[in-house]
């Protein structure tokens, strides 16, 4: 039997308490019909979301890496993404030139130039690799999972405007 100490507790709790958070499915939402909208859209998901711990390969509210985090918020809107879990990617994964975002977006994604809210974003590594994705929100905002955990960055700052390789909408998107 374990014993446990205060900090498991706290992990414990604070799991339940983000496990708890719910977002209303919004499957077929008119998301273009009115602009607050999309601002309660974006207020859900990130009062279910930020702050939520990064964790390798995490598809589950105790822990998430950026993919898992766009298959939970796109499964919260009604869309199943396909899962890179099955492929073999370790930490490393985006120096080894593997381009699993990419190569399998095609199959659901179309690529825009002009972003719009929910859309996602995918960003490049030093070798060009898309190794990296969150997803957008107004005013060029976009929320994703990095070594932080959740967070909303701007696509304005320059570290990651520089990394942008590209803009998606789901081929399928009900908005």
Same mark, same amino acid.
């Given at each position: 039997?374990? !014993?446990?100490?205060?900090?498991?507790?706290?992990?414990?709790?604070?799991?339940?308490?983000?496990?708890?958070?719910?977002? &209303?499915?919004?499957?077929?939402? &008119?998301? +273009?019909? @009115?602009?607050?909208?999309?601002?309660?859209?974006?207020?859900?998901?990130?009062?279910?979301?930020?702050? !939520?711990?990064?964790?390798?390969? +995490?598809?589950?509210?105790?822990?998430?890496? *950026?993919?898992?985090?766009?298959?939970?918020?796109?499964?919260?809107?009604?869309?199943?993404?396909?899962? !890179?879990? @099955?492929?073999?990617?370790?930490?490393?994964?985006?120096?080894?030139?593997?381009?699993?975002?990419?190569?399998?977006?095609?199959?659901?994604?179309?690529?825009?130039?002009?972003?719009?809210?929910?859309?996602?974003?995918?960003?490049?590594?030093?070798?060009?690799?898309?190794?990296?994705?969150?997803?957008?929100?107004?005013?060029?905002?976009?929320?994703? *999972? *990095?070594?932080?955990?959740?967070?909303?960055?701007?696509?304005? @700052?320059?570290?990651?405007?520089?990394?942008?390789?590209?803009?998606?909408?789901?081929?399928?998107?009900?908005?």
């Amino acid at each position: 039997m374990r !014993i446990y100490g205060r900090r498991d507790r706290v992990q414990q709790d604070t799991a339940k308490m983000q496990a708890d958070r719910e977002l &209303p499915e919004v499957r077929g939402f &008119p998301f +273009g019909a @009115d602009r607050t909208d999309i601002h309660h859209v974006e207020k859900l998901i990130i009062d279910k979301y930020l702050g !939520i711990p990064y964790r390798h390969r +995490g598809r589950a509210m105790d822990g998430l890496d *950026c993919w898992g985090f766009l298959k939970l918020v796109y499964a919260d809107l009604g869309f199943k993404l396909f899962d !890179i879990e @099955d492929l073999e990617y370790g930490r490393a994964w985006g120096l080894r030139n593997k381009d699993y975002f990419k190569e399998n977006y095609v199959n659901d994604w179309m690529r825009v130039d002009d972003p719009l809210p929910l859309d996602g974003v995918l960003f490049l590594n030093s070798r060009g690799v898309a190794n990296h994705a969150g997803v957008v929100f107004k005013n060029r905002k976009f929320i994703h *999972c *990095c070594r932080a955990g959740v967070i909303i960055s701007r696509m304005d @700052d320059k570290s990651w405007q520089k990394r942008i390789e590209g803009f998606y909408r789901l081929r399928n998107k009900a908005w």
